[in-house]
T-cell receptor
Framework: DSGVTQTPKHLITATGQRVTLRCSPR?????VYWYQQSLDQGLQFLIQ???????AKGNILERFSAQQFPDLHSELNLSSLELGDSALYFC?????????????FGEGSRLTVL | AQKITQTQPGMFVQEKEAVTLDCTYD???????LFWYKQPSSGEMIFLIY????DEQNATEGRYSLNFQKARKSANLVISASQLGDSAMYFC???????????????WGAGTKLIIKP
């Protein structure tokens, strides 16, 4: 158990809909990262938050948005969903001030858009 | 541009044999970190091992070791005495710069699917 909690684990929805994925980082971790993993592909970085502020942005679509709340949990909002948005969405967290800085991943939220 | 290359899309290995998973990277920075993660069929990403660019010795974590050849920019993962439970996707990833406190964004390779045969 990495200590990172993601909900829901599975989600099936229709095109055009909107969903929210939730992530609680490990206790004490200030950074939250969101990644997308499409079928048989590596991870694509979407966005990073550090202590409530957006720190880095990757290949995140305009239809997607995220935020990190004062209690450090984060939400990833996906709207106007398309078939191609079907993927495994990971949240990861890391501790501040660590030279190694490995990411600890949640179990992922598997989104299926029909 | 940063890049991680894993040239082996898939590998079959006999149980109890050692296996080497290849990873080469491209960076112009002197300060970086290299990671290997395992993704079993259940989907979670599990951290295995880390190598810093300034580390003089190859990293080891139990049955995992990292064959770090800095001049060749390679960071191969070696799994000794493979087990059926090692069947999974394995990803190599890099972070640079190493000492930026708040940004631990990783660049990922495409992964290698390892299947251990009984």
């Amino acid at each position: 158990d990495s200590g990172v909690t993601q909900t829901p684990k599975h989600l099936i929805t229709a095109t055009g809909q909107r969903v929210t994925l939730r992530c609680s980082p490990r206790s004490g971790d200030l950074s939250v990262y969101w990644y997308q993993q499409s079928l048989d592909q590596g991870l694509q970085f979407l966005i990073q938050y550090y202590n409530g502020e957006e720190r880095a942005k990757g290949n995140i679509l305009e239809r997607f948005s995220a935020q990190q709340f004062p209690d450090l949990h984060s939400e990833l909002n996906l709207s106007s969903l398309e078939l191609g948005d079907s993927a495994l969405y990971f949240c990861a967290s890391s501790a501040p001030g660590q030279v190694r800085g490995e990411l600890f991943f949640g179990e992922g939220s598997r989104l299926t858009v029909l | 541009a940063q890049k991680i290359t894993q040239t082996q899309p898939g590998m079959f290995v006999q149980e109890k044999e050692a296996v080497t998973l290849d990873c080469t990277y491209d960076t112009s920075d002197q300060s970086y970190g290299l990671f290997w993660y395992k993704q079993p069929s259940s989907g979670e990403m599990i951290f295995l091992i880390y190598q810093g660019s300034y580390d003089e010795q190859n990293a080891t974590e139990g049955r995992y070791s990292l064959n770090f050849q800095k001049a060749r920019k390679s960071a191969n993962l070696v799994i000794s005495a493979s087990q059926l439970g090692d069947s999974a996707m394995y990803f190599c990833a890099m972070r640079e710069p190493l000492f930026m406190d708040s940004n631990y964004q990783l660049i990922w390779g495409a992964g290698t699917k390892l299947i251990i045969k009984p």
